[in-house]
């Protein structure tokens, strides 16, 4: 079996890394020559609206997956009729722009932020699509400060800000018979606007509610493969604020803390293979490295802590790789994850 | 930092598996142009003893190290002229042959098997170099028997059969300040010789004398890495079989089943890192997949099993692969262990 991915970052490198014991061979697009799947995966150098490219991939593939959102939906229909694609372009134009994000997500009745004429300030103005890790959006608190941003931001909307308790996300995965399996929820913290910590609950009281919102986003849009919905946790119930139709920053835990990684899982879905289990083996948490990557040698003497570089350049507020950290007891893990971060910031 | 293999088998492909996420780039030398590291490791596809090839291995690595024992003892002379060699040419040399492990293993006062003189038949005469996975090797019964094999078998070794309840190994790893971790025993089986399975147990009342004798041999060849013995349990306590100066087959379940597998803690020894956790996290077995292939989709199904698939062509008696199975309880593992077997064997 060989799998083609739709870029070449770190989501593809795990992918690839996570394929390669079931046998199965990667081969990812992505115009960077030094982007982070090169080693593990066979890797053509070009952008994803590259025609010849395409044809590449599709000759040297059985299935064409994504690691990210923005993909050229003119190459995942151009893909589609020279293989089969996962998941399907309507799914992913659905969470490329925020708006049909939140009216997709309303029209299966889950609750989303206040978005434009509902919105009372103070707001954030977002750009409909391409802006990630709080970039391309602007906190606005009077009508001239929003009326501002709507001029200078390109394609833009208004969202409520969301009072809520917590920030949580899902990952789920869907293989090709509608079988879904679902990992426990995780909490998150974020730095600057970047995911900085994940952390896994096996008896969360949202676990439910989180897992019947992926399940209707995975029923309507069909989804095969892994994706991720991020919560807000709010005194009104579960509120969904993104969207993403893959595999997930906040499901990096899963390498170590589950027996099946959301790696594989996505991997063993897309290929047609049945889905492995998706558990909480022991407390498990993610903090991810950003900008400056710290000493491996401070890192790897803290017992339970497993290191993921992504070997990129390094650069500010860019993710450059994670440590999982696993731990007997919750409390040993509380302790852990308060020595790795004391290294991380050193 | 870089790492050179001598041999790209399957041992030095999950050593590169584990190195990757660290960062750490790994290059192999193996004359087999489908050898199972080609796909995550740089190859240079020449003979362990071509000169030119070890060059461009020390030029292109910082630190060198052997997935088999099997590797000319001039080669690792060399090469330690131009770049650390972990494990010692000297451990290598001592498990290269049957007799000066034996005599080596006694000097440490570690209980073997009486050879030679010491025989009384029935017995087992072997070839001293070269033999593996029940190759080379010759149950005898008469004097006759004894004497034809002595013969015929190349620099032979009469090694009595010892009367044990169980195999088992112990997988240890040292790192370049002498400190040692080792993984919880595990009992072996063999189906014709080959190893079939290998299950880890917590609390085994040989772990403190498996230690033992793995520390001792440790500390005797200043080993750095990892090494394994194979031991019988008997009557009168542990008595050695083999040494493996590398990473062995019975250590394939601590990928899964252990915090740190030992591929990642051999990459970590050798290359100056500390170790980590050498834990059981959960009730855990591995079985080979010998000669041909199972069905992907069908050991799939099995809830908690892992598949590590070696890309080599299928053959009797060849090892193509292992299956780790882990489970949150004993009694789960036994069912799941039942069913993978049927899937193998089906």
Not at 85 to 107: C, H, I, N, W
Not at 137 to 166: G, Y
Request: aromatic share 4%; net charge negative.
């Amino acid at each position: 079996m060989r799998l083609g991915v739709l870029g070449g970052g770190q989501l593809a490198r795990m992918m690839a890394l996570a394929a390669r014991p079931l046998g199965i061979d990667v081969t990812v697009i992505d115009p960077n020559v030094e982007a982070p799947a090169r080693h593990v995966a066979s890797h053509i150098v070009a952008s994803l609206d590259d025609r010849e490219a395409l044809h590449q991939l599709a000759e040297q593939c059985d299935v064409v997956t994504i690691e990210l959102e923005a993909v050229p939906p003119e190459s995942l229909e151009h893909l589609q009729r020279l293989r089969p694609v996962y998941p399907s372009g309507e799914f992913v134009a659905m969470t490329q722009d925020r708006l049909s994000e939140k009216l997709g997500l309303r029209a299966l009745n889950i609750a989303t932020a206040p978005i434009n004429d509902e919105v009372e300030l103070p707001a954030i103005v977002k750009t409909r699509r391409g802006g990630y890790d709080g970039r391309g959006q602007r906190r606005v608190s009077t009508d001239a400060e929003r009326d501002r941003a709507l001029d200078e931001l390109p394609d833009p909307i208004v969202e409520a800000i969301v009072d809520f308790r917590r920030e949580l996300s899902i990952v789920a995965a869907a293989d090709r018979h509608g079988r879904i399996a679902c990992w426990p929820v995780a909490t998150n913290t974020h730095r600057n606007g970047v995911l900085f910590t994940s952390q896994p609950h096996g008896d969360d009281p949202c676990q439910q509610q989180a897992e019947a919102i992926a399940t209707a986003l995975i029923r309507r849009y069909g989804v095969i493969g892994v994706c991720c919905v991020e919560l807000f946790d709010t005194e009104h119930g579960l509120v969904a604020n993104e969207v993403a139709p893959r595999v997930h920053n906040s499901g990096h835990w899963t390498i170590e803390g589950s027996t099946t990684s959301q790696f594989e899982q996505h991997v063993r879905a897309v290929c047609g293979l049945p889905l492995g289990l998706s558990d909480l083996r022991q407390p498990t948490a993610m903090i991810n490295v950003i900008g400056q990557e710290p000493s491996l040698e401070h890192l790897l003497s803290i017992d339970g802590v497993h290191v993921h570089r992504y070997e990129k350049a390094p650069r500010a507020e860019r993710k450059v790789g994670h440590v999982t950290i696993t731990a007997a007891t919750e409390r040993q893990l509380v302790d852990r994850i308060r020595r790795t971060k004391a290294v991380i910031d050193s």
